[in-house]
């Protein structure tokens, strides 16, 4: 049986290992989408599995009372969905309305076979009020699938039985091992970045794939004679060609960039051989732009249906054959982590998203930080936030910016009734 490490959050971590020691029931499906994503990724994949996938996104839409009402107030059916070709006919779905009608948009199976496998995730909060979201037993599990591909498609042979560690840099994050069924039989360890015990969990596991952002690649960077893993997985945050290079030099590994939201999962990940171009994962998912802004289909059978999703990410869209063999649907233009820089008094440019370590230590669903001059800050936060501690927020951020190359900066602080910008979308870090 697996260990489970620490105390502070028993129920969560029993729950954890009960699940993944029942992991390796999806091995199957999991190795048949790996090999799908690689054909695909080659330009070689089966046309017949895109139908399979239509096949069963509409039988779902049948079984969603909110598509069979909002399809028939439309005059439209889930029978007219016969290609990609015939999405642009049917309507958008906001996160305000897979918000509201969280109860009637699951298409729930009537057998229920996976009934005790559903849960409901919330999102993180940093695309406006976190949200739940229904998810099935393989919706938690499909990333693994992701990871076989980023592996094959890579050409990286991970040792027998590999370690994988979730490096996670948000405050009071929960910590455990677990047992990793879908992967060789390998083992899952959860770390925490904010303790003290980081850097010797970190050793004692020696890790050979890890996931986490920019703030644990800042960490990890930071660290003498840190263990290095073969495989880098950095998403959440902004990722900027420069810390991307910088990281990757220092850290000595490849580092996969991917887009993934917690609705939808994994959509695209970033070309190592010319950045600022993301390939969808085809067949699991379908995108449009749509008025510049990027809109998802997810193609891959889900108890949660979701037929072109706003992602209030902009970006635009193309038929690709990159120079990195990709032969697909290639994301361009993508701002969906607001990418921000932020100007020095001597000119240097910074990178705005080094400061988003900072706000994870406080309660801050929307915040946002302009830069209003070479030196002068003005911070928003939404009404929910002003019982953090203000003074020593104002303080650390000062702090913060002192040793980013600001000798004396100076911080105002406001409380906005809203924050959202257009898609619905925050912008954490912003220069006027």
């Known amino acids: ?11 969560p971590s029993l729950r954890i290992r009960h699940r993944t020691d029942a992991d390796g029931l999806h091995l199957p499906r999991v190795t048949e989408s790996a090999s799908a994503l690689l054909a695909w ?39 007219d969905l016969q290609s990609p070709g015939d999405l642009p006919h049917f309507p958008l779905l906001s ?45 938690q599990l499909h990333m693994w699938a992701v990871l076989r591909f980023w592996l094959g498609w890579l ?25 990793l069924p879908l992967l060789d039989r390998g083992a899952l360890h959860r770390i925490s970045l ?37 495989l880098l997985l950095s998403s959440a945050q902004h990722l900027s060609p420069h810390e991307r290079r910088r990281f990757g030099e220092a850290l000595a590994a490849p580092i996969v960039n991917y887009y993934s939201l917690t609705e939808v999962g994994p959509l695209a990940w970033e070309c190592c051989r ?29 108890v949660l249906p979701l037929l072109r999703y706003r992602t209030g990410d902009p970006g635009a869209v193309m038929h690709d054959a990159c120079g990195c063999g990709y032969r697909g649907v290639t994301i361009t233009g993508f701002g969906g982590r607001r990418a921000c820089v932020f100007v020095r008094p001597d000119g240097q440019a910074v990178d705005a998203w080094q400061l988003a370590w900072l706000f994870k230590h406080y309660p801050l669903h929307r915040f946002r930080l302009t830069q209003q001059s070479p030196d002068d800050f003005l911070l928003e936060l939404a009404a929910r936030g002003i019982a ?23 911080l105002r602080l406001e409380v906005a009734p809203g924050l959202a910008s257009p898609g619905d979308k925050p912008e954490p870090f912003r220069r006027a």
């Not at 729930?108 to 099935?136: C, N, W």
């Open 1 to 11: 049986m697996a260990r489970v490490i620490g105390s502070d959050s028993l129920a």
């Open 194 to 230: 904010r303790k003290e015990t980081a850097l010797r969990r970190w050793r004692k596991v020696t890790p050979d794939i890890a996931f986490t952002d920019p703030a644990g690649l800042h960490w990890m960077a930071d660290q003498e004679r840190l263990p290095l893993p073969h």
């Open 155 to 179: 050409g990286i042979e991970p040792p027998p039985r590999p370690r994988v560690v979730l490096a996670c840099s948000l405050p009071g994050g929960i910590e455990y091992s677990v047992r």
């Open 388 to 410: 953090c501690d203000s003074a020593d927020l104002r303080a650390r951020l000062a702090s913060a910016l002192g040793n980013l190359g600001w000798a004396s900066p100076r």
């Open 95 to 139: 996160r305000a309305t897979l918000q509201a009608r969280a109860n009637d948009l699951p298409a729930f199976d009537p057998a229920g076979s996976q009934a005790a496998e559903q849960s409901l995730i919330q999102t993180s909060g940093s695309s406006g009020e976190p949200i739940a979201v229904l998810k099935d037993g393989y919706d």
């Open 274 to 302: 010319e950045p600022g171009r993301f390939h969808v994962l085809l067949p699991d998912v379908w995108v449009e732009s749509v008025d510049g802004e990027i809109v998802v289909t997810r193609l891959r059978p889900s």
């Open 41 to 79: 990724a080659r330009g070689d994949g089966d046309p017949a599995i895109l139908e399979q996938r239509l096949a069963a996104l509409r039988q779902a839409l049948l079984g969603s009372p909110y598509y069979v009402e909002t399809l028939g107030r439309a005059g439209l059916s889930p029978s």
